[in-house]
């Protein structure tokens, strides 16, 4: 996944920074593995939004509340989808491990408000061991999310 999210993100060009880790499964352990605080590392949930695949991502110190997400969307209903009904639509990532770059598998993509908050945003980047940072307003430009109030603290 990395080569397709770099090569999209160099035909825009975009300035960005691989980091690489050792290998973390949890947002929280990711962000202490890449030394960042859990609030400037964005983590992608996926949902079911009246049964079609999408993404939501907020701070990885933050939960989706998945009543919040609803109302926000408009939809009857909002779901966690299992790792059975996802995993197969992005094959050159490991599980649990793709980019908030719903535009680049034709789903929607979902933006927490409070990721605009910081300048930057970092990110899983098809691996459990590499992260992308790059400007938080060229990651809106490209993916054109939905931005809404759908976070609680842990």
């Not at 909002?78 to 639509?89: D, H, R, S």
């Amino acid at each position: 996944m990395l080569k397709k999210l770099t090569d999209h993100l160099d035909t825009n060009g975009v300035k960005y920074l691989v980091l690489k880790h050792s290998p973390a499964f949890t947002a929280q352990e990711i962000a202490a593995s890449a030394h960042l605080p859990g609030r400037e590392l964005a983590k992608t949930v996926m949902v079911k939004v009246d049964g079609k695949m999408a993404m939501a991502v907020l701070p990885a110190s933050s939960m989706v509340d998945f009543t919040m997400l609803r109302d926000g969307i408009g939809a009857r209903a909002v779901e966690l989808a299992t790792e059975a009904e996802f995993k197969g639509l992005f094959p050159e990532c490991e599980v649990g491990a793709m980019p908030p770059f719903g535009n680049l598998y034709n789903m929607n993509v979902y933006v927490e408000a409070g990721l605009k908050e910081d300048n930057e945003i970092a990110f899983n980047a098809g691996t459990h061991k590499e992260l992308v940072r790059l400007p938080y307003a060229d990651f809106e430009r490209l993916v054109s999310p939905k931005i809404l109030d759908f976070g609680s603290r842990r």
